[in-house]
Nanobody, 113 residues
Framework: QVQLVESGGGLVQAGGSLRLSCAAS????????MGWFRQAPGKEREFVAA?????WYADSVKGRFTISRDNAKNTVYLQMNSLKPEDTATYYC?????????WGQGIQVTVSS
C-alpha cells in the first residue's frame, strides 16, 4: 500500500514563496514518477507538475514552480515562487503504482493579494 503525506502549505502574500513536501512510503520510491495536482473551490482538480525521467509543468506555473525529489528521503518537493492569488488551492501529491493512482490527503495553500 502506497501512502503519501503532504506538508508545508499555509498562508502567504502574493509574490511570496512556499515549499511543499510529499513523503512517500510503501514501495520503491525512485522507480516511479511523482506529481502534484491542485484543486481550487468550485473547480476541477488540475495538473501542476510531475517528475520522472524528466519534469513537466502546467503552463500556468512554468517558470515559477520547481518540482524535485530526494530518493534517499522518499520525498518529492514543489518549490513555489512568485505566488499569485490564483494559486490558492488544495494541493495533492500523486503517483501511480501497478496501474492504481494514489493521492495524499491534500494540503491548503492560500495566497493573499
Amino acid at each position: 500500500q502506497v501512502q503519501l503525506v503532504e506538508s508545508g502549505g499555509g498562508l502567504v502574500q502574493a509574490g511570496g514563496s512556499l515549499r511543499l513536501s510529499c513523503a512517500a512510503s510503501g514501495r520503491t520510491f525512485s522507480s516511479y514518477a511523482m506529481g502534484w495536482f491542485r484543486q481550487a473551490p468550485g473547480k476541477e482538480r488540475e495538473f501542476v507538475a510531475a517528475i520522472g525521467d524528466s519534469t513537466w509543468y502546467a503552463d500556468s506555473v512554468k517558470g515559477r514552480f520547481t518540482i524535485s525529489r530526494d530518493n534517499a528521503k522518499n520525498t518529492v518537493y514543489l518549490q513555489m515562487n512568485s505566488l499569485k492569488p490564483e494559486d490558492t488551492a488544495t494541493y495533492y501529491c500523486n503517483t501511480i503504482s501497478k496501474g492504481v493512482p494514489y493521492w495524499g490527503q491534500g494540503i491548503q495553500v492560500t495566497v493573499s493579494s
